[in-house]
């Protein structure tokens, strides 16, 4: 019996391989602002409310991104990752710095609905499925993250009190 040839997965088309990059690039830019937002909500107060859920969403949205990574690379592309800056949140006032995470969410949102519009104008099957998976999690993860924003401003607002 001859050995079975490896099938050669289908690249990505360029149009839409730019937008996987950039949501890429977008996981790893909130993941770190998470991480930094974590630092600041490290007590033991902290640990079972908002630190705790900030912390996770740090972790799996570096997950994510490799996740997003390896797609690249199994599809038989070369990963070309625009430049990863500081976010650009303001790292002065919590609230804005977690203001700042929860635009990079719309963000996000906003490339995978685009990625979503372009794989379905050039028929990538692929992508797809990829990004079909990805919009409903994200979706959630958005209103999970204006929840949580929700629920500290009003303990804030106790605290003043």
């Not at 770190?32 to 859920?53: K, N, T």
């Not at 900030?54 to 799996?60: E, N, S």
């Amino acid at each position: 019996m001859a050995p079975r040839r490896r099938v050669r997965p289908e690249i990505i088309p360029d149009q839409s391989l730019t937008i996987i990059h950039k949501i890429a690039w977008l996981q790893m830019n909130i993941s770190d602002a998470c991480y930094y937002l974590s630092c600041h909500y490290h007590d033991e107060v902290a640990v079972f409310g908002f630190g705790a859920y900030i912390q996770d969403q740090a972790m799996l949205r570096w997950f994510e991104a490799k996740n997003t990574l390896k797609y690249i690379i199994a599809r038989g592309n070369k990963v070309c990752l625009p430049d990863i800056q500081c976010p650009a949140i303001d790292y002065q006032k919590h609230m804005d710095s977690i203001m700042g995470v929860l635009n990079m969410e719309k963000e996000l949102t906003k490339a995978l609905q685009n990625l979503h519009a372009t794989a379905f104008d050039i028929g990538d099957t692929e992508t797809l499925n990829f990004v079909r998976a990805l919009i409903p999690q994200q979706s959630k993860k958005e209103e999970s993250l204006k929840q949580e924003i929700h629920e500290l401003g009003n303990r804030n607002e106790q605290a003043q009190e």
